[in-house]
Structures are given as C-alpha cells and as structure tokens.
C-alpha cells in the first residue's frame, strides 16, 4: 500500500479531517451547521429551494441574482428558518460585479465553505447548422464564463475552509434533440469545468460536482404544462400524466428535491465525492 494511503482505522486521531469527525456526529438535518454557502441565481424555482435547504440544513447564505426585490423575498424566508442571508444583487456575466459579491461575502462572514453556480440562461432554440454565433457567443458567457468566473473568486476562500462547489447542469446532457443544441454544448462545456476543476482544486481540498435535473415540478413547468393542455383542449394532469407515464417513478422532481442533493455534495457526508455529475429526474435518463 502506498506510504499515503493510509487506512481509515489507522489514521491518527489528531490527523482525522474535521469534515469527517462532523459526519459522524452531525444529524442529517444540520449536516451544514454553521456553514457560509453562496448561490448564483437565487430567484424563485430551483434558486430559492437551494437557498431554503441549505438553510434548513444549517447554513448561512449568500444570495446573489440580479432581481432584488425576489433576493428579498427569498432573504426573508431563510431568516423566518432563522437563519443569515445576505442578498447581494449581481450581474455574474460582469466581472466587477462579481467582485463586489465576492468581497460582499467574506465582509459579512469571514468564510465562505461552499458556492452553488445555479444561474443561466435558456438559449433560443435553433439549430446550430444556422444559428448567429452571438447567441451562441452569450450562451457560454451566462452558463459557462460566469461558473468559471465565481469559482476562481471563491477559490481561496474555499481552499481555507476545504469547501465544497456545485454546478447545477441539466438533463440535456443525456439527450441531442433538435434545436437544444446551444444549450446542450453550454452544458456539456460546463460539466467538463467541473471536472477539470476537480483535478485542479482537489489538492487544496476542494470539491468540485455537478447536479443534473430534469424537468422540476416548479411554478414556470406548471405554467407551461397549462399552456400544453390549453392547446389541446385537455387538462394540465393529462399532461403531467402522460410525461410522468415514461419516468420510472412516476412523478417529476420538485426544487427541494433537486436542492437536497446539492445540500448532500456541499456537506461532509460527500467528503470523498468529487468530479461526479449526479442526475435528479425520477428515472427519466439513466447515467
């Protein structure tokens, strides 16, 4: 066995990680007891179920997204779970403004032990045999630039508490359907990010993962699914029906469900997880 690779039973007491000794200890629900975690895109949908959980299961946050009066919203919510959130409006394709939130942060907690990129953009969907490279230009700009951009701002903060980074992907990487390819390169560029910045953060102690939904059981898919059933004349049910009748259980996944396997990877529960892409679709695509 390689003189570094120590078994666990066999590793000093005062050499065991703090991370590893609170996992053992902390209950399922304060596995981020006292935590500092900022997320990008903290609006409503999936950005406030990230911000909720994470302070359901302890931690502090920071919000940032470019909407205030929905950071408020949000805001007041994880102080009634009495828990700290600082709102922070942010454009994340702008690199002052990413400082400013950076700088925000750390002025507020002294620490930051994990970051959630969550915002983006939906592209116009066209084919990429005849879409404008502009478009195709601004999509990487919000879904991949900005991630890279907060994640090397957060860097050595993250690198002082053995932090934690999550990018919140999406199931278009299992798929190529027509005119979804902007995104899907966007997304399959930002997976490859996050695995690369596995490699390159993993010896500062950092952990880099991604989280892929689906479809989320969110105001905007419900909205949409009433579009559907409007058009043809039948109820917004037969349509969640009829999508639902192909995923192996029979439902679509809400945002504190997604949420909470965020919650898992930025925690000590996922203290030797890194590199990996974790699915949340209710067995839509198997990976």
Same mark, same amino acid.
């Given at each position: 066995?390689?003189?570094?690779?120590?078994?666990?039973?066999?590793?000093?007491?005062?050499?065991?990680?703090?991370?590893?000794? $609170?996992?053992?200890?902390?209950?399922?629900?304060?596995?981020?007891?006292?935590?500092?975690?900022?997320?990008?895109?903290?609006?409503?949908?999936?950005?406030?179920? $990230?911000?909720?959980?994470?302070?359901?299961?302890?931690?502090?946050?920071?919000?940032?997204?470019?909407?205030? /009066?929905? &950071?408020?919203?949000?805001?007041?919510?994880? /102080?009634?779970?009495?828990?700290? /959130?600082?709102?922070?409006?942010?454009?994340?394709?702008?690199? %002052?403004?990413?400082?400013?939130?950076?700088?925000?942060?750390?002025?507020? #907690?002294?620490?930051?032990?994990? $970051?959630?990129?969550?915002?983006?953009?939906?592209?116009?969907?066209?084919?990429?045999?005849?879409?404008?490279?502009?478009?195709?230009?601004? %999509?990487?700009?919000?879904? $991949?630039?900005?991630? &890279?951009?907060?994640?090397?701002?957060?860097?050595?903060?993250?690198?002082?508490?053995?932090?934690?980074?999550?990018?919140?992907?999406? /199931?278009?990487?299992?798929?190529?359907?027509?005119?979804?390819?902007?995104?899907?390169?966007?997304?399959?560029?930002?997976?490859?990010?996050?695995?690369?910045?596995?490699?390159?953060?993993?010896?500062?102690?950092?952990?880099?993962?991604?989280?892929?939904?689906?479809?989320?059981?969110?105001?905007?898919?419900?909205? #949409?699914?009433? #579009?559907?059933?409007?058009?043809?004349?039948?109820?917004?049910?037969?349509?969640?029906?009829?999508?639902?009748?192909?995923?192996?259980?029979?439902?679509?996944?809400?945002?504190?469900?997604?949420?909470?396997?965020?919650?898992?990877?930025?925690?000590?529960?996922?203290?030797?997880?890194?590199?990996?892409?974790?699915?949340?679709?209710?067995?839509?695509?198997?990976?």
């Amino acid at each position: 066995m390689p003189a570094d690779r120590v078994p666990a039973d066999r590793v000093p007491a005062d050499r065991v990680p703090a991370d590893r000794v $609170l996992a053992d200890r902390v209950p399922a629900d304060r596995v981020l007891a006292d935590r500092v975690v900022v997320i990008s895109g903290a609006g409503p949908g999936l950005g406030r179920g $990230l911000a909720l959980q994470c302070a359901r299961a302890g931690a502090d946050v920071v919000l940032a997204a470019r909407n205030e /009066a929905r &950071l408020a919203e949000v805001a007041k919510e994880v /102080a009634e779970l009495g828990r700290r /959130a600082v709102a922070v409006r942010t454009d994340i394709t702008d690199e %002052a403004s990413c400082r400013e939130l950076a700088e925000t942060a750390l002025e507020s #907690y002294g620490r930051v032990d994990g $970051l959630v990129n969550n915002a983006f953009a939906m592209p116009p969907l066209t084919d990429l045999a005849t879409v404008d490279l502009d478009v195709v230009r601004a %999509a990487f700009e919000t879904n $991949l630039l900005a991630a &890279l951009r907060l994640t090397q701002l957060f860097a050595p903060a993250l690198a002082e508490r053995g932090g934690s980074v999550v990018m919140i992907n999406s /199931a278009v990487l299992r798929h190529s359907r027509r005119t979804f390819g902007v995104y899907k390169i966007t997304k399959a560029a930002l997976l490859a990010l996050a695995q690369s910045l596995a490699t390159e953060l993993g010896p500062q102690g950092i952990r880099v993962n991604s989280v892929a939904p689906g479809y989320i059981w969110a105001d905007n898919l419900k909205r #949409y699914f009433d #579009y559907l059933g409007r058009s043809r004349g039948v109820p917004a049910q037969q349509v969640y029906d009829e999508i639902t009748a192909t995923l192996d259980l029979r439902r679509l996944p809400e945002p504190d469900e997604v949420a909470d396997t965020a919650v898992f990877l930025l925690s000590p529960l996922a203290r030797a997880v890194t590199g990996q892409c974790l699915d949340v679709n209710c067995g839509e695509w198997h990976h």
